[in-house]
């Protein structure tokens, strides 16, 4: 099993739209997740933090479920800028701070 | 704040030369790193660095790749010899540290091609 698996892409919606990722860690003892954003051919950049409760930035909102080892990320209200690939980022962080990342889910919003 | 700076931003080599990157991360952050990421996949890390000391090297092909930061600041990853299949942007990535919530900041990349 990967460390870190994303749902397969790419995801094509209209504009407008609410769009889902899940994200899967194996490893029971990772303590942060991130979600990064990725635009073509430019490094990644933090998009949000994902905290144990859940947490909102406008649009974005961010989930984590500790039991079943999954996080999500939901875009409501999709903008064509939203266009990019998304990716999960798992951190061990009381080892080694060991950032691993998933393969991303390419988003495209359809205008 | 300055970001983290990368040289070169291309390069363009044939397979069994041999080539450096170049990595400036952002003042005072001791952790840095060094990721690949070929053509639609996530960043994989090559080997992470806490000030001048490696911490994580496991996934470096130690026989053709290695990485230095000698004074804990600046860093150089080196192949040598290089092969196709190291056709990857080479993303180096530094963090303040002691901290699982700080931001991992990336330089641009540098996109090597062996051809």
């Known amino acids: 099993r990967k460390e870190v698996e994303q749902d397969p892409g790419p995801f094509n919606v209209p504009e407008g739209a609410t769009v889902a990722f899940n994200c899967t860690y194996s490893n029971s003892a990772s303590q942060s997740f991130f979600w990064y954003r990725q635009d073509c051919r430019k490094e990644p950049k933090l998009l949000m933090s994902v905290y144990s409760s859940g947490n909102e930035d406008g649009r974005f909102t961010a989930q984590l479920n500790r039991a079943s080892q999954y996080i999500s990320l939901l875009i409501r209200d999709s903008k064509l800028s939203d266009s990019a690939t998304y990716l999960c980022?798992?951190?061990?962080?009381?080892?080694?701070?060991?950032?691993?990342f998933g393969t991303g889910t390419r988003l495209t919003i359809i205008p | 704040e300055a970001g983290v700076a990368q040289s070169p931003r291309y390069k363009i080599i044939e397979k069994r030369q041999s080539v450096a990157f170049w990595c400036n991360p952002i003042?005072?952050?001791?952790?840095l790193y060094w990721y690949q990421q070929i053509l639609g996949q996530g960043p994989k890390l090559l080997i992470q660095?806490?000030?001048?000391?490696?911490?994580?090297d496991s996934q470096l092909p130690k026989d053709r790749f290695s990485a230095e930061r000698l004074k804990g600041v600046d860093s150089t990853l080196k192949i040598q010899p290089a092969k196709l299949e190291d056709s990857a942007v080479y993303l180096c990535?530094?963090?303040?540290?002691?901290?699982?919530?700080?931001?991992?900041?990336f330089g641009a990349g540098s996109r090597l091609t062996v051809l």
């Open positions: 980022v798992v951190d061990d962080y009381f080892g080694n701070e060991k950032l691993t």
């Open positions: 660095f806490q000030n001048n000391g490696v911490v994580d």
């Open positions: 003042s005072g952050h001791a952790t």
């Open positions: 990535a530094s963090r303040a540290g002691g901290d699982g919530a700080n931001v991992l900041t």
